[in-house]
């Protein structure tokens, strides 16, 4: 079936190369738990849960398996600056579908400038390049999802909205939502937006210490922290 060939149907650690327990990102439970079952992905996978919850971690480890930049990018970039990435790349093993493509891209908020200066000294030979340094960090992060994600792919987001409005967060769902509706598009999204963990047949997994949790968008604590919080502000602000 369509809805079939997307690209990755579960990740899980390599029976030749395994990683120590005793050693960090091994050591934090969402890790844990995927090294001792494997975690299923499927068309739109989005991670949510607090600062340190191990985010970040997993979805940088499943872009580096997959052949994509640490720090932004697609299979064919070379860019890196400081390398910073745990070894749990190292360890993973894909289970791809048959037939799924093979392109991706990876796209995190804190390396998008670094990532534009290397696109710039590296020009496509395929497309006219945006001058994205040339916009603001809300636009060209819009700009680049629109420029790069398009047909068949890993498409791979870490925390985007740190870059987007409310609005600027809508779009980037439109653009998501589209990609996933083709059935051969993968979204892998780690966020802190009750609006981006929305994206419409998303399975959505709450992470902390006991793990990853799968867990409907309305229960999460994200989404009932978010309208505590708007509900009555001064409630939080005369405790700080």
């Known amino acids: 079936m369509l809805s079939d060939r997307y690209p990755i149907r579960q990740v899980r650690e ?3 190369e395994p990683l120590d327990r005793k050693t960090w990102p091994a050591t934090l439970p969402p890790v844990a738990q995927l090294l001792q079952s494997g975690l299923d992905l499927a068309a739109a996978t989005v991670l949510v849960g607090d600062n340190g919850s191990g985010k ?12 994509l930049s640490p720090e932004g990018g697609s ?7 400081r390398p910073t990435e745990s070894a749990l790349s190292g360890h993973l093993q894909l289970v791809r579908n048959p037939g799924g493509t093979k392109r991706g891209y990876f796209l995190r908020a804190e390396t998008m400038h670094g990532l534009f200066t290397y696109q710039e000294q590296n020009p496509s030979t395929s497309q006219a390049d945006v001058e ?3 916009l603001s960090h809300g636009e060209s992060f819009l700009s680049l999802a629109v420029d790069r994600f398009r047909g068949p792919g890993l498409w791979v987001l870490d925390e985007p909205e740190s870059a987007l409005s409310f609005s600027g967060c809508l779009a980037l769902l439109g653009i998501l939502k589209d990609l996933v509706a083709d059935g051969r ?3 892998l999204l780690s966020t802190h937006s009750p609006v981006l963990a929305a994206l419409p047949g998303a399975r959505i997994l709450e992470l902390g210490p006991w793990g990853y949790r799968e867990k409907d968008w309305e229960d999460l604590d994200l989404v009932s922290g978010w309208k505590s919080f708007l509900d009555a502000p001064e409630r939080y602000l005369r405790r700080l």
């Open 185 to 187: 598009s993968q979204v």
């Open 14 to 16: 390599q029976p030749l």
């Open 56 to 67: 970040s971690t997993l979805v940088e480890a499943i872009a580096l398996a997959y052949g």
């Open 75 to 81: 299979t064919g970039a070379m860019h890196t600056s």
């Open 132 to 134: 994205f340094h040339s």
